[in-house]
């Protein structure tokens, strides 16, 4: 019964999700401040949904079991995909007799705020829905009664009730609409009251049947329509199938706590921070970084060390001078360093500290804490990795120099695959809806029809890519600087073309996420009522002028299942390196340069007008011809939407993160040194397969 549960609505990546509606006060808007008071939660009897019966319950929340931290994310329709949809804050959370109420605070440098803020200002926007977490409760069945917490409590007959005695608040969402029928803007709040004082749980229609109950002290629910019978043996294999999901929930979210906790051990982590990653949701490698920016801010701040008789530095100097012995030009270490000191600190670092050994940097980290280097050399760089200013220093130039070299490394995925953001390593369902039917004309009082839709999908799914490296003892003494000026930037273009070979590596293995079918045929993908195909049937043909032209025309006549046009305008054409200059001079010509290989007609000859050059793009991918890769060719080339109009092949970047996270450790015991470990949050999967394959 104490398990704790967290569940959102309206987020398919975790489905389980609570959520709670109210309403926003409306005479507590504040102009100056951009924040307006809201109910965001009574103790009003409301429909959740139960894992362990799997089934709708009624549930209370009790205000004598709330608890909540001093701030709460604001978002969009509880969307926490991206911190895109944050559209503010709610602070100031304090209970109100049987109400929660909480000031909303909306930001003022965002679109999205804007937004949110004008339509509250305009009263449009009225309703709040909070995300909250249940730790403790206890279930009535139906038509039973009982004690909770010296209140009395009666299910209604047909449904159980759930009596939360403690839940923590997560977020809260501004949304159209909201579920909790007494909790509304202060204005239009008028709660019936009975002689104890408490608020009376009741819709208007079964007021009468509450009140019954009232005199004898118990709070009512709500009473429902029967619902209709469900065959015993369904409904206990689906709670059969729940009840072991949600086990292995459980125990899942068990070994997460415990692998926290693990990882906080011997760093004099505070228990309050450990327990707040826990609370948060935070994966293993997320609470880590937590860890290591509080060992960071907690070490010392430092002070400057003289370098000559008129010049200090500090650890950020000593990071810029890094950033310049590994071989980035001033000016890129400006922008890498950034801060409005990042040129005058670059300048000074350039001049004073471009020729100090990493032994000298080593002594400077020491002195920049308060404490006097030792002269011996091992001595020294021991004392120096156990500084916090050169973790910090080391740190930040390994992480701006592996980032330099992912967004260095040539991408040609990002020109025709669309870019996911999934929340953990689950498969998250990509809905590709295919609606069929057409808008109908709506007579007077018609009534609109809706569209049917085919249930095709694909999952994307993130997976982890990692490797340790170190800088060590004898990389000191030799004065090697090689880690940040060619391993760095190594590592971080290697992390790109981690992604570039999960993309690449779907396209040529020609199959959708569920293994079996294949992306590049007519016959896997017809309607359910025939076999006519609904995709333009694909043909072998080699890259030429006539070829490409009739490429083109099988593409603009791919049709949905009811065979209608997708209306989808072919943007990129992919080929290997061996296809390059064809590919070119079919797409950047004008007019024809040389006479198109295998071409009759007139219009394939040099120097005749080239008919299909407008509007393509030429993408150049050596993956594609490498022997390495199941499914390559010389001779292959393919044609691609804009992923702005179709999904195409999907990335997906857990939380998204595009790019290598650096985590930073100590060697141990056995070795002096410092150890990085670079991760990588990425996963690729065909979604749509409207393409061509030549």
Not at 450 to 459: D, I, T
Not at 547 to 559: E, P
Request: glycine share 6%; aromatic share 6%.
């Amino acid at each position: 019964m104490n398990n704790p549960i967290y569940m959102q609505r309206n987020l398919p990546v975790d489905g389980l999700q609570m959520v709670r509606a109210s309403v926003i006060r409306e005479g507590t808007i504040n102009e100056e401040a951009r924040s307006i008071d809201a109910v965001i939660a009574t103790e009003e009897a409301v429909l959740a949904w139960d894992v362990n019966r799997w089934e709708p319950v009624l549930e209370i929340l009790r205000m004598d079991g709330v608890s909540f931290p001093s701030q709460v994310p604001l978002l969009d329709t509880h969307d926490r995909s991206s911190i895109r949809n944050q559209i503010g804050s709610t602070r100031n959370i304090r209970v109100e007799g049987t109400q929660l109420v909480g000031t909303n605070f909306y930001a003022d440098d965002t679109e999205l705020g804007k937004h949110a803020w004008a339509l509250v200002k305009g009263r449009h926007l009225t309703d709040n829905s909070i995300g909250y977490q249940v730790t403790a409760h206890q279930t009535l069945e139906p038509g039973e009664s009982a004690m909770v917490n010296g209140r009395a409590y009666t299910a209604p007959a047909n449904r159980a009730l759930r009596v939360a005695t403690a839940w923590v608040v997560r977020e809260n969402s501004n949304c159209p609409i909201g579920a909790d029928a007494t909790a509304k803007m202060r204005a239009a709040i008028n709660p019936q009251q009975n002689p104890k004082g408490d608020q009376i749980m009741i819709n208007e229609e079964h007021q009468a049947d509450s009140l019954a109950q009232e005199e004898t002290g118990t709070r009512a629910a709500v009473n429902e329509p029967v619902q209709p019978a469900i065959d015993p043996a369904v409904l206990a294999a689906a709670r059969n199938v729940a009840q072991a999901e949600y086990r292995a929930a459980v125990e899942a979210e068990r070994q997460r706590s415990a692998a926290i906790r693990t990882a906080a051990e011997g760093l004099e982590i505070p228990t309050a921070t450990v327990e707040r990653c826990i609370a948060e949701g935070m994966d293993v490698t997320r609470a880590q970084a937590e860890f290591l920016t509080h060992v960071r801010t907690s070490r010392p701040s430092g002070i400057n060390v003289m370098v000559n008789q008129s010049q200090s530095v500090s650890a950020r100097h000593l990071e810029a001078s890094l950033l310049l012995r590994s071989g980035m030009s001033e000016d890129v270490a400006v922008k890498s360093l950034g801060g409005q000191d990042a040129a005058q600190t670059v300048d000074v670092a350039g001049r004073t500290l471009r020729k100090i050994s990493m032994l000298d940097m080593f002594r400077m980290a020491i002195q920049l804490e308060g404490r006097q280097a030792p002269a011996d050399r091992d001595e020294c760089i021991r004392a120096g990795f156990s500084t916090g200013s050169l973790s910090v220093m080391l740190g930040n130039a390994a992480n701006k120099m592996v980032m330099k070299g992912f967004n260095d490394a040539p991408e040609t995925w990002r020109n025709w695959c669309s870019i996911h953001s999934v929340s953990d390593f689950k498969s998250t369902p990509v809905v590709r809806l295919n609606a069929l039917g057409q808008l109908e004309k709506l007579g007077n009082g018609g009534e609109v029809k809706y569209l049917s839709r085919s249930e095709e999908s694909a999952n994307l799914k993130a997976d982890t890519y990692a490797a340790n490296f170190g800088i060590t003892r004898q990389d000191v003494v030799n004065d090697d600087l090689s880690l940040f000026s060619r391993i760095m930037p190594t590592l971080g273009r290697k992390a790109s073309q981690r992604v570039s070979k999960l993309v690449y590596t779907v396209l040529l293995a020609n199959k959708m996420s569920n293994g079996s079918t294949d992306m590049f045929s007519a016959t896997a993908h017809t309607t359910a009522a025939s076999s006519t195909d609904y995709i333009v049937n694909y043909e072998s043909l080699s890259l030429s002028y006539e070829h490409l032209a009739t490429a083109l025309s099988y593409f603009r006549k791919f049709r949905d299942q009811a065979g209608e046009p997708v209306d989808l305008e072919p943007a990129f054409l992919i080929v290997p390196p061996e296809l390059e200059s064809t590919a070119r001079e079919l797409t950047e010509s004008e007019v024809m340069i040389v006479t198109a290989l295998g071409a009759t007609s007139a219009a394939a000859k040099a120097g005749q007008r080239n008919g299909v050059y407008r509007g393509l793009k030429t993408v150049v991918e050596s993956r594609l011809s490498n022997a390495l890769y199941t499914g390559y060719s010389a001779s292959g080339w393919y044609l691609a939407a804009n992923p702005a109009d179709c999904d195409n092949i999907g990335v997906c970047f857990l939380n998204g993160a595009q790019g290598p996270i650096l985590e930073q450790f100590s060697a141990g015991p056995d070795r002096d040194g410092i150890v990085w470990r670079a991760l990588e949050d990425v996963g690729a999967a065909a979604i749509d397969f409207y393409m061509f394959k030549g």
